[in-house]
């Protein structure tokens, strides 16, 4: 195993971003070793890279619960390490789901970090869903944006999108942990994305996340590109669009992550990522 390196991503300072674990070659690694690592790190993510013999890498993630289909922060971190690394240029993520192609820029001694989702999807939320949703974040449904509608939205991992009439009830974020949980695994949940439109292009967003042992991701790339599919699909943003989403200022970590929304199926979601 290489060395165990920390990163923050969606920030140029350590003080802010969403925390990940990277393990640049993890080749030696079984699965167990890595569910220890991502558990004893307390991450929201880390991430396990492998290189292929076509120079493209295996990329795994686990939270501390369990292994996740795809992340984003972690992903971010991982294309910013290897850019630190190896230069900056184009590289091919393999996931669960797909492959993820990561380009890097450099500009004045900071990278940034590009990933392009795998085809999205938009889907209806099943009422019985919404209703145990609501009640666990103690929520009520005259509390909701209507202009933003619930909807279930994938692009790697799947979340449920629910929007906020205001920004103090995005704020006012206190729920039943248990009980998200477990409506979350019943349906297939990695998170519930809960968002308030500050602007036509800006966004604040939290992210509940108790299937991986945490009360809210600071960041999450996944929701970000996965909320990027949700607006273009219900023709909510013209592409080519660019939005900015706001995330962890609410728990004094602030992240931002810019969402490139075009008509072709990838999403792409950038930005920058510092040692921890």
């Not at 695994?185 to 042992?213: I, M």
């Amino acid at each position: 195993m290489s060395e165990l390196l920390h990163y923050t991503a969606f920030t140029d300072t350590p003080a802010g971003g969403n925390a990940a674990g990277v393990v640049l070659d993890a080749s030696d690694l079984g699965e167990a070793d890595r569910q220890a690592i991502a558990k004893a790190l307390g991450y929201s993510e880390s991430a396990f890279l492998t290189r292929r013999a076509d120079g493209d890498y295996d990329i795994r993630f686990f939270s501390p619960e369990a292994e996740v289909a795809f992340c984003g922060h972690a992903t971010i971190a991982s294309a910013v390490a290897l850019a630190e690394r190896d230069g900056v240029h184009p590289r091919v993520f393999h996931t669960q789901e797909g492959p993820v192609p990561v380009d890097t820029t450099e500009q004045a001694g900071a990278i940034t970090a590009t990933l392009t989702s795998v085809a999205p999807s938009v889907e209806a939320v099943p009422a019985p869903l919404l209703e145990t949703a609501l009640t666990a974040l103690r929520w009520q449904r005259e509390e909701l944006d209507e202009s933003l509608p619930p909807r279930i939205a994938f692009a790697g991992v799947r979340h449920l999108v629910l929007a906020a009439r205001t920004r103090q009830r995005l704020a006012a974020l206190d729920y039943d942990y248990d009980a998200l949980k477990d409506t979350m695994l019943r349906h297939g949940l990695t998170t519930v994305s809960l968002v308030h439109r500050a602007d036509e292009t800006t966004f604040d967003a939290r992210n509940p996340f108790p299937v991986g042992g945490q009360v809210e991701d600071p960041a999450t790339g996944a929701a970000a590109a996965a909320f990027g599919a949700y607006l273009r699909e219900l023709g909510l943003v013209r592409p080519p669009a660019r939005i900015l989403i706001r995330q962890g200022d609410d728990m004094g970590r602030p992240s931002r992550l810019t969402v490139d929304i075009g008509h072709e199926p990838g999403i792409r979601v950038s930005g920058r990522a510092v040692a921890l």
